[in-house]
């Protein structure tokens, strides 16, 4: 296990398409979170699992996201009815069950283009 | 208040100078603190972490924390052009769940 992997690496997709995105955190990681990054902003939080229960969602997430984990392993974020605003990387992050004294090691991101 | 913030720079330093960079953030009861360098088009990448008053240093990297204050600084020693990065400052909040809240980040520039 080489890290959290993200697929894709990019997507462009044209407005009011539904876009999909995987992440495969690192195996013994039970904690999964999906951030947003905007140029020159640092990563904004949007939601977090913990094994493959949905624990905490960003009150800025709309009704057009979901994201789900279930098995507790890989992870999907989706996007329906895409918009412009929605073009921005997509960092999912993982880490351990012990405590939260330990930081996140991210994916290499998904860079989402909407057209 | 933001829950996490940063001076945006950018900042530049001399080849060879201190780089420092710093944070503070608004939760009085958070307990851990992390450093964040992020290339431009990459993702983050973890440098630092802390989680008592005082200093914490590894290799050219120092962090120091000052809860009373609520700040968490970087100090980065004999910068190289290498260090060219942006550095985010991350908290973990106590009065979330269990996530991490990012600043906005420092763009660092060391001009050779």
């Known amino acids: 296990d080489t890290g959290v992997s993200q697929d894709p690496r990019h997507k462009i997709t044209k407005r009011g398409q539904n876009v999909t995105f995987r992440c495969d955190p690192i195996?013994?990681?039970?904690?999964l979170y999906w951030y947003r990054q905007t140029l020159g902003q640092g990563p904004e939080f949007l939601t977090y699992f913990q094994n493959e229960a949905q624990l905490e969602k960003s009150r800025l997430l709309s009704d057009r996201f979901s994201a789900e984990r279930p098995k507790g392993s890989f992870s999907t974020l989706e996007i329906q009815r895409t918009e412009q605003g929605d073009s921005a990387m997509y960092l999912c992050?993982?880490?351990?069950?012990?405590?939260?004294?330990?930081?996140?090691?991210f994916g290499s991101g998904t860079r989402l283009t909407v057209v | 208040q933001k829950e996490v913030e940063q001076n945006s720079g950018p900042l530049s330093v001399p080849e060879g100078a201190i780089a420092s960079l710093n944070c503070t953030y608004s939760d009085r009861g958070s307990q851990s603190f992390f450093w964040y360098r992020q290339y431009s088009g990459k993702s983050p990448e973890l440098i630092m972490s802390?989680?008592?008053?005082g200093d914490k240093e590894d290799g050219r990297f120092t962090a120091q924390l000052n809860k009373a204050s609520q700040y968490v600084s970087l100090l980065i020693r004999d910068s190289q052009p290498s260090d060219s990065a942006t550095y985010l400052c991350a908290v973990n909040m106590k009065t979330s769940y269990d996530k991490v809240i990012f600043g906005p980040g420092t763009s660092l520039s060391v001009i050779p």
């Open positions: 195996s013994e990681h039970n904690r």
């Open positions: 802390i989680y008592s008053n």
């Open positions: 992050a993982s880490r351990g069950p012990r405590d939260t004294t330990t930081g996140y090691t």
